[in-house]
């Protein structure tokens, strides 16, 4: 299996609301990946975990909660975005940090 | 931390022609730099990447060259085809991020290329 999956494909909440993401891989990867890409935007790193240790972009708010059950789970927690907070919310996984990362398609988040 | 900048932001070339984008980061840290391909409404697809003890990769019609001294790297794509055209993104590793002291990409601002038929 070499796919990156994630759910849902697209979610709409308002700002009140709590939600996750969820991402998904079997490739025994050890890294895995949020990034955040806006319209016509380069994709920006948000976090990673590493072995299941967590890099954090300091830039990112705290109304984003990062979550690694175990080494093939991802998960995203939101809660009180705003609506600049709507983008598309890429997974992503590598053999290690420092290696080839994999793209899932994306949940694209609508907050209104 | 990393700062990686890419031109042109817009490419159009003939097919059949070559078309070239080019990359500059600042981080002398860094040592990986993939190339992605992202289409419309779908998600980045590596095509190719380089690491810093490499300079010089070829896939079929993909080549990638890297400068480590003037910190640049290339993306060339010969015998262009229509297929081609998408938003190809350049990126550079970077250990800039507290806590477990991982790297992820930083991503240049992408270079939109068109295949003119």
């Known amino acids: 299996d070499t796919e990156v999956t994630q759910t849902p494909k697209h979610l709409v909440m308002g700002m009140t609301n709590k939600k996750s993401l969820k991402c998904e891989q079997h490739m025994g990867h050890r890294a895995m990946y949020w990034y955040k890409q806006k319209a016509k935007k380069p994709p920006e790193l948000m976090f990673v975990?590493?072995?299941?240790?967590?890099?954090i972009n300091e830039s990112v708010p705290s109304r984003f909660s990062p979550e690694c059950p175990n080494s093939s789970l991802l998960n995203l927690h939101l809660h009180a975005l705003q609506p600049e907070d709507s983008a598309l919310y890429l997974c992503?996984?590598?053999?290690?940090?420092?290696?080839?990362?994999?793209f899932g398609p994306g949940t694209r988040l609508t907050v209104t | 931390g990393e700062n990686v900048e890419q031109h042109p932001s817009t490419l159009s070339v003939q097919e059949g022609d070559s078309a070239v984008i080019k990359c500059t980061y600042s981080d002398s840290a860094s040592n990986y730099f993939p190339w992605y391909k992202q289409e419309l409404g779908k998600r980045p697809q590596l095509i190719i990447d380089?690491?810093?003890?490499?300079g010089e990769k070829k896939d079929q019609r993909i080549a990638v060259t890297l400068n480590k001294t003037a910190k640049h790297f290339s993306l060339h794509i010969t015998e262009t085809q229509p297929e081609d055209s998408a938003v190809y993104f350049c990126a550079a590793n970077t250990r800039a991020y507290s806590g477990g002291g991982a790297d992820g990409l930083t991503f240049g601002k992408g270079t939109h290329l068109i295949i003119q038929p």
């Open positions: 975990y590493s072995y299941e240790k967590l890099s």
């Open positions: 380089i690491r810093s003890n490499v």
């Open positions: 992503a996984s590598s053999q290690d940090w420092a290696r080839e990362q994999y």
